[in-house]
């Protein structure tokens, strides 16, 4: 349940002269994509997420700009990760909890999850995440 299941994946990237180009394909995820979301024109100061998921898998890119992801476990062990490639993101496993600050002007966080949205999947209140 720890910090250590959280992954940087790299994101293969084709370099071209008319513009670099990067593909998400089944082999660099650990699930089958069943949604697709993304976050943008986020207020500066403003942070989302804070929350966690018993059984969904995400998976997210700074396609562009720049923000922080804070990522905590249910021992309150702390990692944050700043997102600021288009051809690299943080694979999010099972209950970490995920809060997002710090977007830069512009910025486009994609996030690629292993599920439909549901609402019983989400667990909101922090003190209750921490004594599951």
Known sequence: MGLNRVKIIDIPKIVDVRGNLSVIEK????????????LYDVPSGV???GHAHVNQQEFLIALSGSFNVSLYDVNKEKQVITLNKPNQGVLIPTMIWRE????????????????????????RDYDVFTKI
């Not at 082999?27 to 993304?38: A, D, E, G, Q």
């Not at 997002?100 to 667990?123: P, Q, R, T």
């Open 47 to 49: 942070f989302r997420g």
């Open 27 to 38: 082999n660099i995820l650990p699930f089958s994509i069943k949604r697709v979301y993304y």
């Open 100 to 123: 997002l600050d710090n977007f830069s002007s512009g910025s486009v966080c994609l996030v690629i999850a292993s599920d439909i949205y549901k609402e019983e999947d989400y667990i």
